[in-house]
């Protein structure tokens, strides 16, 4: 299955389960409607959709996100800090909002506390993936927000620099809501 995103012709693949045993992981796929609710919310929010923010990716449980450096350039001539705090960010309520409405349940998903590195400059469209920190764990985190109606979970972030190595990192901790 595959998904087109509006913006720059981004392909997404289908959600597939990690194959590492005790990785957390989705115990079905991830249907594109998922993906283009997600891309639509995106879109409806006026900074994001000025930042013009696409969806690259969502492979085992790393989500990508994409965004010109021509829309989030600062004075230097690289990226932004705010647009590179702010698209980790993005990624990471992005991935907990897909595991949630893959899991049946929707939730109001809010960054509670996040933690940013600036590591080094970025002269190129910035690329962020997020994914749930090491010691998070996914099934722990929707079997506590399908009982108690409210959960929080740790997620990693990183804007790659084309080189190698990290533009920025991102250490959040995100709580969801449970609606209904």
Not at 60 to 74: E, H, K, S, T
Not at 93 to 112: C, R, Y
Request: charged share 20%; hydrophobic share 45%.
């Amino acid at each position: 299955m595959r998904f087109r995103g509006r913006a720059h012709g981004a392909q997404l693949v289908a959600y597939r389960p990690d194959p590492q045993p005790d990785a957390p992981a989705m115990n079905h796929v991830l249907h594109e409607n998922l993906l283009h609710h997600l891309d639509a919310h995106y879109q409806g929010m006026p900074p994001v959709a000025a930042m013009q923010v696409a969806i690259a990716g969502f492979e085992g449980d790393r989500l990508r996100l994409r965004a010109p450096l021509d829309r989030n350039v600062n004075d230097k001539g690289c990226a932004f800090g705010g647009s590179l705090t702010s698209l980790m960010t993005l990624a990471g309520w992005g991935v907990a909002t897909l595991h949630i409405q893959a899991a049946g349940m929707q939730a109001d998903v809010f960054v509670a506390d996040s933690q940013v590195r600036y590591l080094a400059p970025l002269y190129a469209d910035l690329e962020a993936e997020a994914a749930a920190a090491p010691d998070a764990d996914w099934h722990a985190f929707l079997a506590t927000l399908a009982e108690r109606g409210r959960a929080r979970i740790e997620l990693d972030a990183r804007v790659a620099l084309p080189e190698g190595g990290d533009a920025a990192t991102l250490r959040a901790r995100f709580v969801a809501f449970r609606k209904g």
